[in-house]
Each structure stands twice: as structure tokens, then as C-alpha cells.
């Protein structure tokens, strides 16, 4: 019997099976989708995730695949632009910007060198435990299905877990009303390289109308966000994350938005991606149930602002390998 079924190949199950791996552990890594997303969701990496991947001897790959978040250029209500650098903390490490698919490219590297392979196009379905272990169904994209069992099961497959679902934890909490849309663009600007800048003008009654441009770790590249309009979402929801299933904006739409919010009208050009997204708060009632757990989105998901959602996660994974690696070696009591 493998130690431990990771479910989900999202920055949060790489970096679970990764450290599962280097303490020692056997486990085996599933994700229901065939290869990763493309999107960049996550950009912000905090100086807590530095010192993370640091101790996991990934920290260099990951820096060099970025770039260092400099400050914040806000131009509010149309006025003159101002500049606030990112204050120099007293820390190793500062603000990584980081586009997650990097982020995942580097951590699934580093899970091939521990001998570990990522089982794609699998998805667990169903799961039943006892005293000595989890019992699971994994299906593959063809229809076949296995049966197998573990010692435990971390459920790291984001903010509809099936785990969190098959487990029946309340995932309590509240979605904002308004649909954002992203794209990932060149900009014609002025801009210092590092520098994010966000846009706001003040509605009463309403969500400011905002344009937030994060720097890519390519120069002149940023992935921007903002308010969709209601054309591009038609239907009310309160899924969470990319609605991979709605057409996202077009160059023309993201522009629309840029010419109204920022004075000097930039253009924006060559279109990489885009999509519509939802946000939503929410916290699970527990983390875990018996020797099954959650982390990640599985387990707690953010707005975007402020960067929590996949740093808070990866942190999860982080701390939950080596208390799960010393009691599978008999050397920490189960409560760990
Ligand atoms: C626009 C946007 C911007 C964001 N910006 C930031 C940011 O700057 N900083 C930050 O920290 N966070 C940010 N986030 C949040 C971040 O993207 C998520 O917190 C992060 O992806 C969570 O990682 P995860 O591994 O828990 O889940 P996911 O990335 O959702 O991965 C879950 C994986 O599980 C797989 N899966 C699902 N069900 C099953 C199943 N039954 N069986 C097998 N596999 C399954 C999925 O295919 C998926 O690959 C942002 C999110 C959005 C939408």
C-alpha cells in the first residue's frame, strides 16, 4: 500500500508530494485534468513562500523564473499617478511576481527528480475510510476504473474538492456578485519594470470601475484585470475561480476599460489569454476527518488581492508533509 494519495497537481499537491518525497514518504500524485491550466492565476509569491521553497532547494529556480515586485503606481478618481515602492522589510527574501504556471512547472520539475511521477487524467470519485486506511475509486478519461488503498488521502483538488464533498465539510462562506476578467497583454507605456499599477474610480452604490496590471517576468508583458461586463457573463453564479467555459474578453474589451480608467490611453496589444473569473470567500468547517485531509483551495479560498490563496496553500502542504512523514515512520503520534 502507497503511504499517501495526493489528490490534485495544483501548486498545493506538488508541493505536498514533493515534501512527502524528500521526508521519506511513498506516495502516489493524481489530477483529473489531462495537462495543466494555462492561465496565470497566482503572481504574487510572499517572502514566506521564498523561505518555503528555500528550505525545499527550489528557491533559485523559482527566482529565476520571475521577477521582484517593485511597488505600486495608483491612479485614483483620474488624478496625477503616485508611486509607492514596496518597503524594504527586514526579511531574506522580498515580493516575487511568478505566473503560476511557472510556479507549477518548477515544483513538478523538482517532483520528478524525488522519482515521482503525476499520474494526469485520473480523478478520484469516491473514498471510504477505516481504522487502517482509505479505500478510493480513481477513474481515468477513458472510463477505466481502479480500485486502491492508502494510508492516507490529502485532498489538494481545489475549491469544488471532490475529497472535501466525498468527506461532508461545510465549505461556509460567500461569493462577491460581480464576474473580473483577465488577459495577458503587452502594454505601451512608461512603466518601470517591477511596478503593478491599478486604476480606481470610486462608484456610489456600486464596486469601484478599477484596471490592475501586474508585471510578467517578460518586459512590457503584465496580466490585467478588472470589472466583465455584463455582455461577456450573462448568467448570475457563484462558481469560484476561471469560468474556462465562457469566452473570454477580447483585446477590444480589455482596451475599453484601460482608455476609461487610465488617462494617458495606453494600447494594449497581442492578446496571449484571457478569461472571466468569479471570486469567492469561504473556509472549510475542518481540515481533516479521520485520515483523510484538505489544503489549498480545498480548504480555504481568497479574493486575489493580497495573494493568499495559493501561498496560504502551499504553506498547508508544507507544514502537513513532515507531521504526515513522521507518523507514517512511527515516530510522531497520529494527533500530530
Ligand atoms: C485571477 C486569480 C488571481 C490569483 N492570484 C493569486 C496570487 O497572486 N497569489 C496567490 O497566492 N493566489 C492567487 N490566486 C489563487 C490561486 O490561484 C489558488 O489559491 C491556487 O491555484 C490554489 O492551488 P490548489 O493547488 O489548492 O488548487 P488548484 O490550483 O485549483 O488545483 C487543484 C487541482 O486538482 C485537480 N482536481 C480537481 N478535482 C479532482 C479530482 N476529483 N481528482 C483529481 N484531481 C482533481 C484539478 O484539475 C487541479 O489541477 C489567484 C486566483 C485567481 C483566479
Excluded at 515580493?95 to 511521477?117: C, K
Excluded at 476578467?181 to 511596478?195: A, K, N, Q, T
Amino acid at each position: 500500500m502507497a503511504d499517501v494519495l495526493v489528490v490534485g497537481a495544483g501548486p498545493v499537491g506538488l508541493t505536498l508530494a514533493c515534501e512527502l518525497a524528500r521526508h521519506g514518504a511513498r506516495c502516489r500524485i493524481i489530477d483529473r485534468a489531462p495537462r495543466p491550466l494555462p492561465y496565470c492565476r497566482a503572481i504574487g509569491v510572499t517572502p514566506r513562500t521564498l523561505e518555503v521553497w528555500d528550505d525545499m532547494g527550489i528557491a533559485r529556480e523559482m527566482i529565476d523564473a520571475g521577477l521582484w515586485l517593485t511597488g505600486l503606481r495608483s491612479i485614483v478618481q483620474g488624478r496625477p499617478p503616485t508611486d509607492a515602492p514596496n518597503p524594504a522589510l527586514d526579511l531574506p527574501f522580498a515580493a516575487l511576481g511568478l505566473p503560476q504556471y511557472e510556479t507549477e512547472r518548477v515544483l513538478a520539475r523538482h517532483l520528478d527528480r524525488h522519482g515521482v511521477r503525476i499520474e494526469r487524467g485520473s480523478a478520484l470519485t469516491a473514498l471510504r475510510q477505516d481504522p487502517d486506511g482509505v479505500a478510493v475509486r480513481i477513474e481515468g478519461e477513458d472510463g477505466t476504473a481502479q480500485e486502491d488503498r492508502f494510508r492516507y488521502v490529502v485532498g489538494c483538488d481545489g475549491a469544488h474538492s471532490a475529497v472535501r464533498r466525498l468527506l461532508g465539510i461545510a465549505f461556509d462562506g460567500a461569493a462577491y456578485p460581480w464576474p473580473f476578467m483577465l488577459g495577458d497583454v503587452r502594454i505601451g507605456w512608461d512603466v518601470p519594470y517591477g511596478m503593478s499599477v491599478r486604476a480606481l474610480r470610486l462608484v456610489e452604490g456600486g464596486p469601484p470601475d478599477m484596471f490592475v496590471a501586474i508585471p510578467l517576468p517578460e518586459p512590457g508583458r503584465y496580466r490585467v484585470s478588472m470589472l466583465a461586463p455584463a455582455a461577456l457573463v450573462p448568467s448570475a453564479g457563484t462558481e469560484h475561480g476561471i469560468q474556462a467555459e465562457l469566452r473570454g474578453p477580447s483585446l477590444a474589451d480589455l482596451q475599453a476599460v484601460a482608455d476609461d480608467l487610465l488617462p494617458d490611453r495606453p494600447r494594449l496589444a497581442d492578446l496571449r489569454w484571457s478569461s472571466v473569473y468569479r471570486i469567492s470567500m469561504r473556509l472549510a468547517s475542518a481540515y481533516g476527518q479521520g485520515r483523510c485531509f484538505i489544503a489549498g483551495d480545498a480548504a480555504h479560498i481568497h479574493p486575489p488581492t493580497g495573494g493568499q490563496g495559493m501561498n496560504t496553500g502551499i504553506q498547508d502542504a508544507y507544514n502537513l508533509a513532515w507531521k504526515l512523514a513522521l507518523v507514517l515512520r512511527g515516530a510522531g503520534a497520529a494527533s500530530l
